[in-house]
């Protein structure tokens, strides 16, 4: 059975300097994403709130199929922590 395709979505805003330094690693590592623009939509950080209890971004969630994990720790470390246990399996 073929593994099912990683997904990643960016939960970013205008403006966010570090959301850019996400998308660009993400680009250096050639990971296809999807980018959820949270820009004068609080309706979207209101979502935020209830899944991880933050309304900040970036958020980048990472997963399989139905398993999703939410990174929500600044810096890329933890991104790319979380990326290469998805990309090793």
């Not at 990472?62 to 470390?77: A, F, P, Q, W």
Request: a negative charge; aromatic letters at 8%.
């Amino acid at each position: 059975m073929m593994p099912k395709p990683l997904s990643v979505v960016v939960w970013s805003k205008e403006g966010c300097h570090y959301c850019e330094e996400v998308k660009q690693f993400l680009k250096e590592k050639q990971v296809d994403y999807q980018t959820i623009d949270v820009t004068n939509r609080d309706e979207l950080r209101d979502i935020l709130e209830v899944k991880y209890g933050i309304r900040h971004v970036p958020v980048v969630e990472i997963g399989r199929g139905d398993v999703y994990e939410g990174v929500t720790k600044v810096g890329l470390s933890h991104l790319a922590k979380a990326l290469n246990a998805y990309l090793l399996n």
